[in-house]
C-alpha cells in the first residue's frame, strides 16, 4: 500500500506512541521529549490534559528532586510519598508539596491532612537512617537527594529511605541517572529487620549516535537493629553497592573485549576498506552485483 493511501492514525494512537517516547525519556531531557513528541502529534494530541498524568508518571519513576519553597533541602518524588491530587509528601517537613509536573518544580505546599499523618511515624527509626543515609552519599554520591519515609502499624516499623542523582552534560553528548530504594522493617521486639531494596542506573550517551544502557540489582538481607539502626542500614546497603559496581565494571570489560568487538563491522575478504568516493569502484561492484544477480 502506498503511503498516501494508509489511514492517519487517530488521536489514542498518536497519544500512545506520544507516551511511550516520553515514559523512556532519557536522563533529564523528558522536557526536551515532550517538545519534540509535541511538534509530531501535535498540540491538540498532547495537551495539559493528557500530558500531565505522563508526565506525573516519569517523574515518580525517575524520582525526580524538587526544591522545597522556603528551605534549603530538597525532596524526591516516589511513589511512597504520592499523595492525592498530583501532591507529594515532605517527610522531613511534614507537608505536602504543590507540583507542577510539565514544569518539573515544586510550586507550593500545604498542612498534611489526617489521613496523611500515618505516613510519617517512626522518627527516631527515620531520623536514624536519613542522617546515616545523608552522609553516606555525600561521601559516595555527592549531589544526590535522599528521602527518608517512616511508618508504624500494628507494632510493626517501617523505614524507606530513596536516594536519586541525575547528572547530565548535554554540550558533550551524555546524562545519567542513579535510582536506589531500600526498606527497613523492623520486627515489633526491635532487635531485628529485614532490609530489602534495589539500585537502578539509566546512561545515555548520544555523540555520533544514541544509546541507552539501563543496569539494576535487588537486595534482600536480614540486619541487626538493636543498636544503631542508621549505621546497620548504612553497613549493609555499602556491601551491596561495593559488589554491584564491581559486577558491572566485570561486564563492561567483558562488553569491550569481545560483545563490542563482535559488533564491529568486519572488513572484506581483501582486507581493505571499500573507497566508496572512487566512482570507479563503485561503478565495478554495482556491475558486479548485476551480473551475480541475474545468473
Given at each position: 500500500?502506498?503511503d498516501?493511501?494508509?489511514?492517519?492514525?487517530?488521536?489514542?494512537?498518536?497519544?500512545?506512541?506520544?507516551?511511550?517516547?516520553?515514559?523512556?525519556?532519557?536522563?533529564?531531557q523528558?522536557?526536551?521529549?515532550?517538545?519534540d513528541?509535541r511538534?509530531?502529534?501535535?498540540?491538540?494530541?498532547?495537551?495539559?490534559?493528557?500530558?500531565?498524568?505522563?508526565?506525573?508518571?516519569v517523574?515518580?519513576?525517575?524520582?525526580?528532586?524538587?526544591?522545597v519553597?522556603?528551605?534549603?533541602?530538597?525532596?524526591?518524588?516516589?511513589?511512597?510519598?504520592?499523595?492525592?491530587?498530583?501532591?507529594?509528601?515532605?517527610?522531613?517537613?511534614?507537608?505536602?508539596?504543590?507540583?507542577?509536573?510539565?514544569?518539573?518544580?515544586?510550586?507550593?505546599?500545604?498542612?498534611?491532612?489526617?489521613?496523611?499523618?500515618?505516613?510519617?511515624g517512626?522518627?527516631?527509626?527515620?531520623?536514624?537512617?536519613?542522617?546515616?543515609?545523608?552522609a553516606?552519599?555525600?561521601?559516595?554520591?555527592?549531589?544526590?537527594?535522599?528521602?527518608?519515609?517512616?511508618?508504624?502499624?500494628?507494632?510493626?516499623?517501617e523505614?524507606?529511605?530513596?536516594?536519586?542523582?541525575?547528572?547530565?552534560?548535554?554540550?558533550?553528548?551524555?546524562?545519567?541517572l542513579?535510582?536506589?530504594q531500600?526498606?527497613?522493617?523492623i520486627e515489633?521486639?526491635?532487635?531485628?529487620?529485614h532490609?530489602?531494596?534495589f539500585?537502578?542506573?539509566?546512561?545515555?550517551?548520544?555523540?555520533?549516535?544514541?544509546?541507552?544502557?539501563?543496569?539494576?540489582a535487588?537486595?534482600?538481607?536480614?540486619?541487626?537493629?538493636?543498636?544503631?539502626?542508621?549505621?546497620?542500614?548504612?553497613?549493609?546497603?555499602?556491601?551491596?553497592?561495593r559488589?554491584?559496581?564491581?559486577?558491572?565494571?566485570?561486564i563492561?570489560?567483558?562488553?569491550?573485549?569481545?560483545?563490542?568487538?563482535?559488533?564491529?563491522?568486519?572488513?572484506?575478504?581483501?582486507?581493505?576498506?571499500?573507497?566508496?568516493?572512487?566512482?570507479?569502484?563503485?561503478?565495478?561492484?554495482?556491475?558486479?552485483?548485476?551480473?551475480?544477480?541475474?545468473?
Amino acid at each position: 500500500m502506498a503511503d498516501d493511501d494508509m489511514p492517519e492514525l487517530s488521536k489514542a494512537e498518536k497519544l500512545k506512541i506520544a507516551s511511550g517516547f516520553i515514559l523512556h525519556s532519557p536522563p533529564g531531557q523528558t522536557q526536551k521529549v515532550v517538545d519534540d513528541v509535541r511538534t509530531l502529534v501535535g498540540s491538540s494530541t498532547l495537551n495539559n490534559e493528557t500530558l500531565v498524568p505522563i508526565v506525573m508518571r516519569v517523574n515518580k519513576e525517575k524520582f525526580l528532586s524538587v526544591s522545597v519553597p522556603g528551605t534549603d533541602y530538597s525532596v524526591l518524588l516516589t511513589p511512597f510519598g504520592e499523595l492525592e491530587d498530583g501532591c507529594f509528601l515532605d517527610p522531613k517537613g511534614k507537608q505536602q508539596l504543590l507540583i507542577d509536573h510539565v514544569k518539573q518544580s515544586c510550586t507550593g505546599t500545604k498542612p498534611l491532612s489526617a489521613g496523611h499523618k500515618a505516613k510519617c511515624g517512626a522518627d527516631k527509626q527515620r531520623e536514624s537512617v536519613d542522617a546515616a543515609m545523608i552522609a553516606h552519599a555525600e561521601k559516595f554520591l555527592p549531589g544526590a537527594t535522599v528521602t527518608t519515609y517512616g511508618s508504624e502499624e500494628g507494632g510493626k516499623t517501617e523505614v524507606t529511605c530513596c536516594v536519586g542523582k541525575c547528572n547530565m552534560n548535554l554540550s558533550n553528548y551524555w546524562s545519567g541517572l542513579w535510582r536506589s530504594q531500600w526498606t527497613l522493617a523492623i520486627e515489633p521486639s526491635g532487635r531485628t529487620g529485614h532490609l530489602t531494596g534495589f539500585v537502578a542506573c539509566h546512561v545515555h550517551y548520544f555523540e555520533d549516535g544514541n544509546v541507552q544502557l539501563e543496569d539494576g540489582a535487588k537486595f534482600d538481607k536480614n540486619i541487626d537493629t538493636k543498636g544503631d539502626v542508621g549505621a546497620s542500614f548504612v553497613g549493609a546497603i555499602s556491601e551491596f553497592e561495593r559488589n554491584f559496581l564491581a559486577s558491572m565494571e566485570d561486564i563492561y570489560q567483558t562488553m569491550s573485549d569481545s560483545v563490542l568487538n563482535a559488533l564491529r563491522r568486519r572488513l572484506p575478504v581483501t582486507k581493505v576498506k571499500f573507497d566508496w568516493d572512487n566512482k570507479a569502484s563503485v561503478h565495478k561492484l554495482a556491475s558486479e552485483l548485476s551480473a551475480a544477480k541475474v545468473r
